[in-house]
């Protein structure tokens, strides 16, 4: 199966889509990893991208979805992959749609973690502690939410019409959704 988690930027999308992946043996694919992973590498990409990041801006839709491309094409993460951070824009989600077309897959399960905005600041600044990420101060948190309410959530409206959408309290305890998001898969 493969599953998109989607929400807000500190939602808990990582935190439940690494608890996912050893439960149900898929594979984790982060565009937020995969690009802090060109900044590290110091590629062409990564170059472009640090500042980007680091402001709180997106990457461009055609560098992320040439990095989804390459792994949803890997033969050995057909239809065992779980989407967090992407997609983020209307374009992206449609052009998941088609890469999992072209690879003869789709999405079977999309959660949604619906987290109010002060949980989100509080949860930030706890991760920029944790993590040291240099996107998590409260600055860049608030321009994150900003572009989330206005390029992300035009997905949202997207996705919430089909089928297979589950709106999850993302304001609980990380075991309580864990626990939600596996019964749900599991049926
Ligand atoms: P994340 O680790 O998912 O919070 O992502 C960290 C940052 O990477 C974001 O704030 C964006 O700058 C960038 N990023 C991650 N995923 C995407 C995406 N799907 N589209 C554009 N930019 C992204």
Do not use: C, W
């Amino acid at each position: 199966m493969n599953v998109v988690i989607f929400g807000p930027p500190g939602a808990g999308k990582g935190t439940q889509a690494h608890i996912i992946v050893k439960k149900f043996n898929l594979y984790q694919v982060s565009t937020g990893d995969l690009l802090r992973n060109e900044v590290k590498n110091q590629t062409d990409i990564g170059k472009d991208i640090e500042n980007i990041i680091s402001n709180g801006d997106f990457a461009t839709d055609q560098i992320v979805n040439e990095l989804i491309k390459k792994v949803i094409f890997e033969p050995k993460k057909k239809n065992k992959l779980i989407f967090d951070g992407y997609p983020r824009s209307l374009d992206q989600a449609k052009n998941l749609d088609l890469l999992l077309k072209d690879s003869d897959q789709k999405i079977d399960f999309i959660f949604f973690l619906n987290v109010k905005k002060d949980s989100i600041l509080k949860r930030i600044q706890k991760r920029k502690i944790l993590e040291n990420r240099a996107d998590d101060n409260l600055a860049t948190i608030l321009k994150r939410y900003d572009t989330y309410m206005e390029t992300t959530k035009p997905v949202l409206d997207f996705y919430s019409k089909k089928v297979n959408f589950h709106e999850i309290d993302g304001d609980n305890e990380i075991e309580e959704i864990s626990a939600k998001i596996e019964q749900i898969l599991s049926v």
